[in-house]
């Protein structure tokens, strides 16, 4: 159960807000500011790429925060951040609205996630289908039983 992560960038949009926000040069505040919002899921990805670059770049400070694929993409569609991060692909009707506020997104996949299911050595599965373990976790399935186990309980 693999699942794209998207994140999304607006080239233009991100070049103009990225301008200088003060001509003092003695300031110690920063010459650009950059907003991201999205999935928690990968948020801590997210602020060890943003410490990084401030890193390299002292002029810059990125903020980062969570708050799920669908707070980042609103964000971004109201124009309220810079770069928006998901763990899901941009919806159809998400792209014709922020379209219509004038808005490009474009999306890059930046990590794959994946995950593991570990059966205890005690118990008799040999081994599932990856519709058995949907069905398992979303309470289809309740009993070993039901993918082809004998048990005590069945």
Known sequence: MKRALIFFVLTTFFITSCGSTSTD??????????E???????VNLALAWAETYQAEHSDVRISVTGGGSGTGIAALINNTVDLANASRKIKDEEIAEAQSKGIEPVEHIIARDAIAVIVNPENPVSELTLQQISDIYSGKITNWNEVGVKTDRS
């Not at 991201?36 to 990968?42: A, C, E, L, Y």
């Open 25 to 34: 040069t003695t300031s110690n505040s920063p010459a650009q500011y950059i």
């Open 36 to 42: 991201n919002k999205g999935s928690d899921t990968i």
